[in-house]
């Protein structure tokens, strides 16, 4: 009999860790367990330990068995909040020791609207080096142009490398003290002689001295141009790298001891597994909330809804993920933390928004704010905190069961939540506590309302014509003050949404992107020899980039027939200001019948997102980077139909009546477990239906169906 065997998937959040549990099979369990920052192996543990009990298991017996665990989270994002970071050095193409102090005056990343347009409010991000850990070294290389036939090729070397400035650089740096040394030349995306040069100094000076620090180049960690949004990335890397390690290895080394046999992984933020010892960790700052948009390709490819909003409201977090004709899409240069980075993300829109975040009254403005502070896995005055929160008005209103939060594993105290609101919020204001609880609510639903249609209407798309993905542990407590205010073609909550993002860590691919910036010109009056001369310049970069999966994959105990790739590229019009990201399907340019096939790629691409007049072949097309994924299979959770039961939900399932506060009145709301529904059901609001990770509020106007795989489709009456 073969042994079973299991794949654990953890999504650590701001209050909560969630566990998604697979067996080799495609079954799974949930898990869910209130985050522990300062020891995370506690939250760890405790997720995989509510899944495992549903099986009757331990976590021994699952990590004996396992053959991977993948651990997501924000532990990175607050290293950079709370400049809790490695002490930097940077050595720099002279002339540019200012660049990580200007950083291009992005002053106004991460604020609101209203801030944006007051400068005296704008204020640049904490130092991720320090001015005096900056040393300049003396060097230059060409980096090409549009008229490239008639100047340097791009990577010539202009100003050879001052080698004695790097010796010098060095030795300052580590009499400073520093940590890590990082190096970046302005040209090296098109010949990295001279950082690679650098590098081999500041080791052979390291050992020199019987040090271990650390050496990174910008290189290796994105060779693109944009010289500040890719020197940003570096100090991210140099700065979170060894903290954050340390908290992976916790986690890793906690599940070791239980018997688990191998490394242990994280999500990157396009979507790519890696071991917590990829070199590059920094692109695993937002693992999190890439996982619920994963999850959400999943389900979208699997019902056949290439047009998905995912919609995740969590206790800390609200994020918006948009599936556009089945594509994700990928920024090249996102923000997080106040940072603009240079490293391929997954677009995800992210709002100030979430059961944990703090409600305040001005009684001499009669002004309600929500947020930005939270208080995480405090959760309200009804737990751990003495700030009033949304969690705690859900309670007060009758929406929360207080004997279920969390299965039952947490106690909270209702009468608390609703004393602490009256008199911080309603009295201050002169108003009913239940009346003002509802007005707060319709100003968190219209908040995230007007963020969706933003995002959808500054595409040119319609709502209607989207299917809405509601997750999160409050995404369908909430999805009746969403829905009101925005019509969409359907409106689906999966049983496990609670731990939706944990599931889009399990169902990821395995694969690592490169991306390698290139100079590629393409005009119609262009010689063919010249056209192949460039298409040459494809095919080698990437052949080295395919290279370099290869080993890469190979060191994680993938052999190489079992290694895959995916060819990209990102182009535009000459003339233009953006790019697109376009997958073509050859992987090498050697023919013209090739280079016509990537330029078709783009044409293709283009004319899905603008009218066919908008081409411009005339000016010709410009390849400014292209992209390798080197991918390997992996098992993926299954999703299993069942047999259709009827309207009637089954008596068992019925727990009962609450009353509930709900558009200005008390209403006895029928109260349903959802593990005991089956598929077929029709529930009539009013309705609640709750599980031990969450809680779906169903209005007196709406029903759910549960439909063959028990998916709750949220409808109007």
């Known amino acids: 009999m073969t042994e079973t065997k299991y794949i654990v998937a953890q999504d650590a959040g701001g209050s909560m860790t969630d566990c ?30 509510d899944a495992a009990a549903k099986w009757n298991m331990d976590t021994k017996t699952i990590h004996k068995s396992a053959i991977s665990s ?25 002339g540019f020791a200012h660049l990580p102090i200007i950083e291009r005056g992005l002053t106004w990343i991460g604020q609101t609207y209203e801030d944006i347009l007051h400068q005296q409010l704008h204020e640049h991000t904490p130092w991720l080096v320090q001015p005096e850990n900056i040393k300049e070294v003396t060097e230059r290389i060409n980096v090409g142009s549009y008229y490239m036939l008639h100047h340097s090729f791009p990577g010539t070397v202009i100003i050879p490398l001052l080698e004695q400035d790097v010796v010098q650089g060095v030795n300052e740096l580590l ?23 650098m590098a081999e100094i500041a080791k052979e000076i390291i050992a020199e001295r019987g040090l271990e620090t650390p050496v990174i180049t910008s290189n290796e960690m994105c060779s693109v141009p944009n010289e500040t949004e890719r020197l940003k990335t570096l100090l991210i890397q140099c700065y979170i790298q ?25 999500l990157l933020g396009y979507g790519a597994a890696a071991t917590v010892r990829y070199p ?59 940072h603009k980075v240079r490293m391929p993300m997954i677009a995800i829109d992210c709002l100030g928004a979430g059961c944990s975040h703090v409600v305040k009254a001005d009684a001499a403005s009669g002004r309600i704010t929500i947020g930005p ?65 509802l007005k707060i609510l319709d100003l968190l639903h219209d908040k995230v309302v007007n963020h969706i249609n933003g995002i959808m209407l500054s595409k040119g798309l319609n709502p209607a014509e989207f299917t809405l993905l509601v997750h999160g542990a409050a995404g369908p407590l909430h999805l009746w003050g969403v829905e009101r205010g925005i019509h969409f073609q359907e409106v689906l909550v999966v049983p496990w949404s609670a731990v939706f993002s944990s599931f889009g860590v399990a169902a990821a691919d395995y694969f690592h992107r490169y991306d390698k910036a ?40 993938f052999p190489r027939d079992q290694i895959s790739f995916r060819h990209g590229i990102s182009c535009r019009y000459v003339g233009q200001l953006s790019n697109w990201e376009v997958p073509v399907e050859v992987g090498r340019a050697e023919t ?126």
């Open 592 to 717: 013209l019948e090739d280079l016509d096939k990537i330029i078709h790629a783009f044409e293709a691409n283009y004319t899905n997102i603008y009218p066919s007049g908008a081409r411009y072949p005339e000016a010709g097309y410009q390849i400014t980077e292209i992209y390798v994924e080197a991918a390997a299979e992996k098992p993926k959770p299954a999703i299993h139909d069942y047999p259709l039961q009827g309207e009637a939900p089954p008596e068992k399932a019925h727990k009962g009546k609450r009353e509930a506060f709900f558009d200005g009145e008390w209403i006895p709301f029928d109260l349903y477990e959802q593990d005991l529904l089956e598929a077929g059901n029709r529930i009539d609001g009013p309705a609640i239906i709750e599980h031990t990770q969450t809680t779906f509020l169903i209005p007196p106007q709406n029903y759910v169906e549960l439909d063959e795989y028990k998916f709750m489709r949220y409808k109007r009456k």
């Open 373 to 437: 502070e939270s208080v995480r896995a405090d959760l309200g005055t009804m737990y751990a905190s003495d700030e009033v929160t949304i969690g705690d008005i859900d309670l007060t209103l009758g929406y929360v069961n207080p004997d279920y939060f969390l299965g039952g594993t947490i106690q909270v105290n209702r009468e608390r939540a609703k004393e602490e609101l009256t008199k911080r919020v309603a009295e201050p204001l002169g108003q009913d506590v239940y009346d003002l609880s």
């Open 175 to 197: 009499d400073n003290g520093v940590e890590i040394i990082s190096c970046l030349t302005l040209g090296s995306y098109t010949n990295p002689v001279h950082e690679n040069r």
């Open 280 to 338: 590059k960790l920094a692109e695993a700052v937002a693992s999190g909330p890439t996982g619920g948009l994963l999850g959400g390709k999943f389900i979208s490819e699997f019902l056949d809804r290439p047009n998905m909003i995912c919609w995740d409201l969590g206790c800390t977090t609200c994020d918006v993920g948009l599936i556009a004709g089945g594509l994700l899409p990928v920024n090249k240069s996102p923000e997080f933390a106040a």
């Open 70 to 94: 993948t651990y997501t989270g924000t532990s990175m994002i607050n290293i950079l909040l709370t400049q809790g970071g490695s002490n930097v050095g940077l050595l720099i193409t002279r």
């Open 518 to 557: 290139v100079t590629f010109f393409l005009t119609p009056d262009m010689a063919d020899d010249v056209k192949l001369m460039q298409g040459n310049v494809l095919s080698q970069t990437w052949a080295e980039l395919e290279e370099r999966g290869y080993r890469e994959l190979e060191e994680e105990g």
């Open 242 to 266: 060894e903290t954050a390690r340390r908290a992976l290895i916790s986690v890793e080394d906690a599940a070791k001891k239980e018997g688990y046999a191998y490394d242990l992984m994280t």
């Open 20 to 49: 998604f549990l697979v067996d080799t099979k495609g079954n799974f369990s949930t898990g869910k367990f209130i985050t522990h920052p300062e020891e995370e192996r506690i939250s760890y543990l405790g997720s995989l330990n």
